[in-house]
């Protein structure tokens, strides 16, 4: 399968996942109702996560907001996710760099993933993403910095979600992702 076509219905997949599965549940880590804010965990980012590494930044950003505002779309949040998505994109490169062991020009069409980078840098990799895309959308969600403690407990239980769902993703479709690079 052609890596563009792969890459569209996996955005098309996160997208779905993430409109009609996650976003209509309200995860609680405990059951008092009035101890700990909801959360929704966001699996929609892992697109970016997973384009290859040889994409160009540009159009990394141009499908962070693509991906972020057709979710702003279904959410009726007004570019929220847009503006989270392009800063994790932007960010991307910055984060791959001192992870990645060689030059990125020699991982041509290969994504980031648990094949090409091993459990470790991967988990780390989505970890730094993922925490910059939720302090971004959770900063411009709440708008607002008196509860730093209630940010600190959606942000934490939200990321830690995501995590799960990345660690999911990568064991259930490791196969189908990329092929380990070889000298």
Sequence with gaps: ???????????????????????????????????????TP?????????LPISTPVWFVMVSGFALGITVDMFMNTGGIHAAACVFM?????????PILPRKIYEYKNLSPSVKT????????????LLFLHHIAYLLLDIWSLN??????????????????????????????????YKD
Excluded: H
Excluded at 7 to 33: E, M
Excluded at 42 to 50: A, R
Excluded at 164 to 171: E, P, R, T, W
């Design 1 to 39: 399968m052609s890596i563009y076509l792969r890459n569209f219905l996996r955005f098309l997949a996160l997208i779905g996942i993430q409109v009609l599965l996650l976003n209509k549940l309200s995860l609680r880590w405990w059951t008092s109702p009035n101890g700990f804010p909801t959360f």
């Design 42 to 50: 966001f699996v929609y980012p892992l697109f970016i996560l997973l």
């Design 89 to 97: 994109a932007f960010a991307r490169m910055a984060v791959l760099k």
């Design 117 to 128: 980078m091993n459990w470790t840098p991967f988990m780390t990799y989505s970890s730094i």
């Design 147 to 180: 509860a730093p403690l209630y940010l600190v407990i959606k942000l934490l239980a939200s990321l830690v979600t995501s995590l799960l769902f990345v660690a999911l993703y990568s064991l259930l479709f490791s196969n189908s992702i990329n092929t380990q």
